[in-house]
C-alpha cells in the first residue's frame, strides 16, 4: 500500500479522503489555493503546499503545478476527488507518465466517456440501451434543426461534453429549437470550452438512477446497488438515496447487470457510476458514466457497510477487488442531502461570507457529517458553495425518512443564507415521501418548497418571546453588578404609572417588516401582531428549549438568538427573523440603488442584452453574469431608459460593481 498520497482537491471531499488514508496509515499532502490557506483539508493534511490564486486556473487546475508538489513530497498516488481535473485525461496521463499512481481510471476510459456523443455509441455497440437521438459531429444549425425535428418533441440538447447540469435544455416544439440551441452552446463552450451538442428524445417525468461500479486492473467489474437521484433541479440533484423506491428486484437485476456491461465495455478500473434515465414503464436508458467518485457515495457506505475510497486506494495499488459480485450486501435505507450557502428565496442565489453559526447534528451510526468546514470558516466566492453533506441511515426508508427530519431540525446556520428550510420541506413532502418525484417535479412545483407567503403566527410570537426574555435575562445580570439589585430601575418591564408600558419590536423576513408590540414581563405577556392580541403565559427559554402557553395552548420551540438573528423551530419548520437595525441598512441600500443595477458576486459578464437609449420594463434582463458555476440574469429594478453600460461582455467584475444604470 502507498506510504504517502497527494490529494488535488479541497473541502469536503479532501476532508474525506483524508480520513480514510489516516485509518490506513498513509500520509497524506493536501494542496491549496490561496484563498485557502485556513482551510480544513489544509489543516488536516500531513503536509500542504500552496499552487496559486483563488481561481481555480490559477490553482486547483494546475496539473503542472499539482504534479511538481507530488514529486516533492514523494507521492506515490494522486486523488483527484471530484470536479476539477478528476475527469481529465490529460492529467490522468500525466500523473503515470511521471511514475505516480493516478487514484482512478485511465485517461483511456475517460476518453471514451469524455465525450456524450461518443459514449452514446461505444455503449450501444456494446448492448447497453441508450435514448434514440443524434450525436454526429456535423454541428450545422441546419442539419441539428432537421435532426431535431426527425427525432421528434419534446427533445434535449445537451453539452457533448463536461456535465453537471450545464449545457442542457429542453425543447418542446420546432420553433423554440434554435434559439435553446444558442444559449446551450453558448453555456456549454464558457463551462467546457468547446460547444458540440447532441440530441435526444426527452423521456417525460424520467427517474435518475445511477449505479455505482468497480473495477480493477485484473478484468474485474461488480456493481455496490443503485442511488436514485430524481430529486433534481435544473439537473442538479438535491436529495439522493438508495435502495431505489422505484425500483423491482427484476429491474434492479437488469440495470446492474447493465452498468457492469458498460464498464467492461471500456476496461473500467476503479470506482465510477454509471447514470441511467428510466421511463415511468421501467424502460432505461443510458447517459453516461461518471469517471470519479461521486459527491453521494456516502449513501452506498452506508448500505453496504464499505468504505469506497479505501476501495479506491487498494485498486489503484494494483489489488484485486475486494469482493466479488455475491458478495455484496445492502441492508437498511441512506438518504443524503447537501447543505448550501444559497438563498431559495431569490432563486437560488449562492452565497458568501464567514459561517458565524454552524451547528450541525451529533454524528452516530444513524447521523454521517461530511463537511470541508467549521463555524468561523468563510464559504468563498471561487468555489461551490456547499457546506455539508448529511446524511443518515436507518432500518427502512420511513425511518430513515424520520432520522433525515430530526437531523435537519438540529442544523442551525447564520452569516450566509443556507438551503436548510427548503430541505426540510422536500423531505415532507408528499412527492418524495411517497417516493414518486421524477427529474422535473421541482422544476415545475418550486413553489411548494420555497418558504410560505404567509407566516405562522405561534413561529413569529416564539421569536418575540425569546428576544424579550433574551434582553430581560441580559438585564438581570447586569442589574446584579449594581448597588441595589432589587431596584424596580434595574427591571426591564417597560413600566409605566399603572400598567406595564409598551414595548414595540422590529424585525425583517427577508423583505417583510413585522412589528409586535409587547407589553409584561418575566414570561407572561400580551403580544399584539397583525391586529390580533394573543397573551403569552409560562414562558421559559432553558438553553435553546423554549416552552410557553400561547392563548393557552402550551407550545415548545427550539430557539437561538446569535447577533441579529433569531431563529425558532416547531419541530416542522424554522422562521429566522432579523432585527429591525439590519432591516434599515437593507432598505437605505435599496433606496439608494434603485436605479443601479449591480452584480450580486463576483464573475465574469458573458452577455449584454441592452445599451445606453434603450427603454425598458422592470424585470427586463440587461446582462448575464457567471458567477460560482451558473449564470445569473441581472434584470432592471423598474422601468425606465438605460442611461448607460459600465461592462462588457468578457469583463471581470467585483461583487457590488455597478454594471448598469437607468436614468433617474
Known amino acids: 500500500m502507498f506510504h504517502t498520497i497527494l490529494i488535488a482537491n479541497r473541502g469536503e471531499i479532501a476532508c474525506r479522503v483524508i480520513r480514510t488514508a489516516r485509518k490506513l496509515g498513509i500520509r497524506t499532502v493536501a494542496v491549496f489555493s490561496e484563498a485557502d490557506a485556513d482551510a480544513q483539508h489544509v489543516r488536516l493534511a500531513d503536509e500542504a503546499h500552496c499552487i496559486g490564486g483563488p481561481r481555480p486556473q490559477d490553482s486547483y487546475l494546475r496539473g503542472d503545478a499539482i504534479l511538481d508538489v507530488a514529486k516533492k513530497t514523494g507521492a506515490q498516488a494522486i486523488h483527484p476527488g471530484y470536479g476539477f481535473l478528476s ?15 493516478f487514484i482512478g481510471p485511465s485517461g483511456a476510459s475517460m476518453r471514451k466517456m469524455g465525450s456524450k456523443a461518443g459514449a452514446k455509441d461505444l455503449m450501444a455497440a456494446a448492448g447497453v440501451p441508450v435514448v434514440p437521438g443524434y450525436t454526429g459531429e456535423d454541428q450545422s444549425r441546419d442539419l441539428l434543426q432537421g435532426e431535431a425535428d426527425r427525432i421528434g418533441y419534446p427533445l434535449m440538447i445537451k453539452a457533448a461534453h463536461g456535465g453537471g447540469g450545464k449545457g442542457m435544455r429542453i425543447v418542446r416544439s420546432a420553433g423554440e429549437f434554435l434559439s435553446n440551441l444558442e444559449s446551450c452552446q453558448r453555456e456549454a463552450k464558457n463551462a467546457f470550452g468547446r460547444d458540440r451538442v447532441l440530441l435526444e428524445r426527452y423521456i417525460e417525468h424520467p427517474r435518475h438512477i445511477e449505479i455505482q461500479i468497480f473495477g480493477d486492473h485484473h478484468g474485474h467489474a461488480i456493481h455496490l446497488g443503485e442511488r436514485e437521484c430524481s430529486a433534481q433541479r435544473r439537473y442538479q440533484k438535491v436529495l439522493e438515496e438508495s435502495p431505489s423506491p422505484f425500483l423491482t428486484p427484476e429491474l434492479r437485476s437488469a440495470m446492474g447487470a447493465a452498468a457492469v456491461q458498460a464498464a467492461h465495455a471500456i476496461d473500467y478500473a476503479n470506482a465510477g457510476t454509471v447514470e ?31 468504505d469506497l ?8 495499488d494494483g489489488q484485486a477487488l475486494p469482493l466479488a459480485q455475491d458478495a455484496i450486501r445492502q441492508h437498511g435505507h441512506a438518504i443524503e442531502v447537501r447543505l448550501y450557502a444559497e438563498d431559495p428565496d431569490a432563486g437560488f442565489l449562492p452565497g458568501s461570507g464567514t459561517l458565524q453559526t454552524l451547528r450541525l447534528p451529533a454524528a452516530s451510526r444513524a447521523v454521517r457529517i461530511d463537511s470541508g468546514v467549521i463555524e468561523g470558516d468563510v464559504v468563498t466566492i471561487f468555489y461551490d458553495p456547499m457546506i455539508a453533506k448529511l446524511i443518515v441511515w436507518d432500518e427502512d426508508r420511513p425511518r430513515a425518512l424520520a432520522r433525515m427530519r430530526e437531523a435537519l431540525a438540529a442544523c442551525e446556520i447564520a452569516g450566509p443564507k443556507s438551503n436548510i428550510a427548503f430541505l426540510e420541506r422536500l423531505i415532507r413532502h408528499p412527492a418524495v415521501v411517497e417516493g414518486r418525484i421524477d427529474t422535473g417535479y421541482l422544476d415545475r412545483h418550486l413553489d411548494e418548497f420555497l418558504s410560505p407567503a404567509t407566516l405562522d403566527p405561534a413561529l413569529v410570537l416564539a421569536a418575540t418571546v425569546v428576544h424579550l426574555l433574551t434582553q430581560e435575562h441580559a438585564a438581570d445580570c447586569n442589574a446584579a453588578h449594581t448597588p441595589d439589585p432589587t431596584s424596580p430601575w434595574a427591571c426591564v418591564d417597560g413600566w409605566r404609572l399603572g400598567h406595564a408600558g ?11 417588516r413585522i412589528e409586535p408590540l409587547a407589553q409584561g414581563y418575566a414570561g407572561h405577556y400580551q403580544v399584539t401582531w397583525d391586529a390580533r392580541v394573543h397573551t403569552i403565559a409560562g414562558a421559559r427559554l432553558d438553553g435553546e428549549t423554549l416552552s410557553l402557553r400561547i392563548d393557552g395552548n402550551m407550545h415548545r420551540f427550539r430557539s437561538t438568538l446569535h447577533a441579529d438573528n433569531v431563529l425558532v423551530h416547531d419541530g416542522l419548520q424554522r422562521l429566522r427573523l432579523q432585527v429591525e437595525s439590519v432591516y434599515r441598512r437593507h432598505a437605505e441600500a435599496a433606496s439608494a440603488s434603485e436605479h443601479r443595477i449591480r452584480a450580486p458576486m463576483p464573475g465574469r ?11 425598458v420594463n422592470a424585470g427586463a434582463v440587461l446582462l448575464v453574469l457567471e458567477a460560482m458555476k451558473m449564470e445569473l440574469a441581472l434584470k432592471a429594478p423598474r422601468a425606465g431608459v438605460v442611461a448607460e453600460l459600465r461592462a462588457q461582455a468578457g469583463d471581470f467584475v467585483e461583487a457590488d460593481a455597478v454594471l448598469a444604470t437607468l436614468e433617474q
Open 87 to 101: 475527469e481529465n485525461a490529460d492529467f490522468a496521463d500525466a500523473v503515470q507518465a511521471a511514475g505516480i499512481a
Open 309 to 316: 475510497v479505501e476501495w479506491q486506494l487498494r485498486i489503484a
Open 605 to 615: 459578464v458573458v452577455l449584454v442584452q441592452a445599451k445606453p437609449g434603450d427603454t
Open 276 to 306: 441511467f434515465i428510466v421511463a415511468q414503464d421501467g424502460g432505461f436508458y443510458f447517459m453516461e458514466i461518471n469517471t470519479r467518485l461521486q459527491v453521494e457515495h456516502p449513501v452506498t457506505e452506508e448500505v453496504t457497510g464499505l
Open 502 to 512: 409598551n414595548r414595540r419590536l422590529a424585525f425583517l423576513h427577508g423583505e417583510q
